[in-house]
């Protein structure tokens, strides 16, 4: 990884719910562009991870994007910063159309001039939803909500793209069409921080990874590493 300051530097983190801590002393770090993922059981706390980062579960310890402290700022200021987040479970607003959807991810610039091309990218990315922009986003496929959900994130055009548990559910095929597209993000510059269940696809696509289990960081390093790793093939990759 490169010299410079990472782009998100998890420090010391401790977070949870009603009191009772799911994280435990978590550090990690994101460089600038890179792909990054976070593996491990259902109970490891790596949607915690993800929430608090953005702004949404209480927490100790610091949490730095660029030169932004994020602890204690609340959740409705970390998309300004340039943080996209999309959460598990395919969150759409079902009534709505598919383009109402996807533009209601500029909100936090929607002053910006360059929203016609934003939009463009983001069905550029997934053409399918080009065919369905008039239609109600209720109505569409798990796959394609899917891809409402990312595009919408997409549409803040973040430094930083949380991706919590996108394949969760999903058909193979749809799975494959996702982390392809997961790549061509990455590859024009948007970092990415990766939670995902399948550790087989999270250790293709993304560059580095860490392992959480039961709150706590136990393993990272690369992804050829972690396949590598007797204790992971054998946990996560059932070899």
């Known amino acids: 990884m490169s010299a410079e300051a990472p782009l998100l530097d998890v420090k010391s983190l ?63 200021a970390i998309p300004g910063l340039g943080i996209a987040h999309v959460p598990e479970g395919r969150h759409v607003f079902p009534e709505m159309s598919v383009e109402e959807n996807v533009m209601l991810g500029a909100f936090a610039r929607r002053q910006a001039s360059d929203l016609p091309n934003r939009r463009e990218r983001v069905l550029t990315l997934f053409p399918r939803l080009r065919e369905r922009l008039a ?20 549409m803040l055009q973040p430094r930083l793209l949380l991706l919590d548990e996108p394949s969760h559910g999903l058909a193979p095929k749809i799975v494959d069409e996702l982390h392809e597209t997961f790549l061509a993000v990455s590859r024009t510059g948007t970092a990415i921080l990766l939670v995902e269940q399948n550790t087989t696809l999270a250790l293709s696509v ?10 706590r960081v136990v393993l990272s390093g690369t992804s050829a590493e972690l396949s590598g790793n007797d204790a992971v093939r054998s946990a996560y990759l059932g070899l």
């Not at 993304?206 to 709150?215: M, N, Q, S």
């Open 14 to 76: 401790a977070a949870g719910y009603g009191g009772v801590d799911v994280l435990h002393d978590v550090s990690l770090s994101v460089a600038a562009g890179e792909f990054v993922c976070v593996i491990g059981a259902n109970t490891a706390g790596k949607s915690t991870l993800l929430r608090t980062i953005s702004g949404l579960v209480a927490c100790r310890g610091s949490i730095r994007f660029e030169r932004h402290e994020l602890v204690g700022r609340p959740a409705h």
């Open 206 to 215: 993304a560059r580095r990874g860490y392992v959480l289990e039961k709150g």
């Open 135 to 154: 239609q109600a986003a209720g109505t569409l496929s798990g796959g394609e909500q899917q891809m409402v959900a990312i595009g919408r994130a997409l």
